[in-house]
């Protein structure tokens, strides 16, 4: 399994943005993808984004398109969530996780998942 790290959280006013990033280790990403979920108090857990390690096609929630921005560094074993147009509804932990595959992760069915992250979005 592998072992996922997220940092960049934080308090941000709306209209804000902040960069997560999720760093990867304890074994090879050239195949699978990886994804970012999220889940506010008193809600499930629910998709973000997610992107193929191999050649990068993305899939993102509507509720977060045309703000958030997925990406990933190969070399670094890293993943991205640049967010921008932070609103108040995406307050909540973040999460990234890594499966098999896009319709894998978009579905949740992932191997392994960090420790979340907090991000706060003052109105």
């Known amino acids: 399994q592998a072992q996922l790290v997220e940092s960049g959280g934080g308090l941000v006013q709306a209209g804000g943005s902040l960069r997560l990033s999720c760093a990867a280790s304890?074994?090879?990403?050239?195949?699978?993808?990886m994804g970012w979920f999220r889940q506010a108090p008193g809600k499930e857990r629910e998709f973000v984004a997610v992107?193929?390690?191999?050649?990068?096609?993305?899939y993102y929630a509507e509720s977060v398109k045309g703000r958030f921005t997925i990406s990933r560094d190969n070399a670094k074993n890293t993943v991205y969530l640049q967010m921008n147009s932070l609103k108040a509804e995406d307050t909540a932990v973040y999460y990234c996780?890594?499966?098999?595959?896009?319709?894998?992760?978009?579905?949740?069915?992932?191997?392994?998942w960090g420790q979340g992250i907090q991000v706060t979005v003052s109105s």
């Open positions: 304890g074994r090879t990403f050239s195949r699978g993808a």
């Open positions: 992107i193929r390690w191999s050649d990068g096609p993305t």
């Open positions: 996780a890594t499966g098999s595959g896009i319709d894998e992760v978009h579905q949740g069915r992932c191997d392994s």
